[in-house]
C-alpha cells in the first residue's frame, strides 16, 4: 500500500523558517519526480516546487529564493525547506509523486501558518 507521510507544518512568525518532508512507502520512489503544492482558503491548489527523478529543480515566482526542494532517494522523503516565510505563504502544503502515465500519489496535506 502506498503511503506519503508529511510533517514539519506549523505555526511560525513572518521572517522565520520550516522543513517539510514527505516519507514515502510502499512505491519506488527515486524513479518518480515529486512536487510540493499548496492550497490557501478559497483559492486553487498552486504548484510551488518540483523535482525530477534526477534533481531538476523548479519554482514558483513567488517563493523563488526562499524555498527550496530536495529529495532523499535513500530515505525515500522529498522535502522543501522553507525561509523568509510570508503570511501568504499560509496553506495546506501536499507532496505530489509522478511518473510517466501512472496515476499520481499525493500526501494528506499539512498546515502551514504565517502570523505574528
Known amino acids: 500500500q502506498v503511503q506519503l507521510v508529511e510533517s514539519g507544518g506549523g505555526l511560525v512568525q513572518p521572517g522565520g523558517s520550516l522543513r517539510l518532508s514527505c516519507a514515502a512507502s510502499?512505491?519506488?520512489?527515486?524513479?518518480?519526480?515529486a512536487r510540493w503544492y499548496r492550497q490557501a482558503p478559497g483559492k486553487e491548489r498552486e504548484l510551488v516546487a518540483s523535482i525530477t527523478s534526477n534533481g531538476i529543480t523548479t519554482y514558483t515566482d513567488s517563493v523563488k529564493g526562499r524555498f527550496s526542494v530536495s529529495r532523499d532517494n535513500a530515505k525515500n522523503t522529498l522535502y522543501l525547506q522553507m525561509s523568509s516565510l510570508k503570511p501568504e505563504d499560509t496553506a495546506v502544503y501536499y507532496c505530489n509523486l509522478y511518473y510517466a502515465r501512472t496515476p499520481d500519489y499525493w500526501g494528506q496535506g499539512t498546515q502551514v501558518t504565517v502570523s505574528s
Open positions: 510502499g512505491i519506488i520512489f527515486s524513479i518518480r519526480g
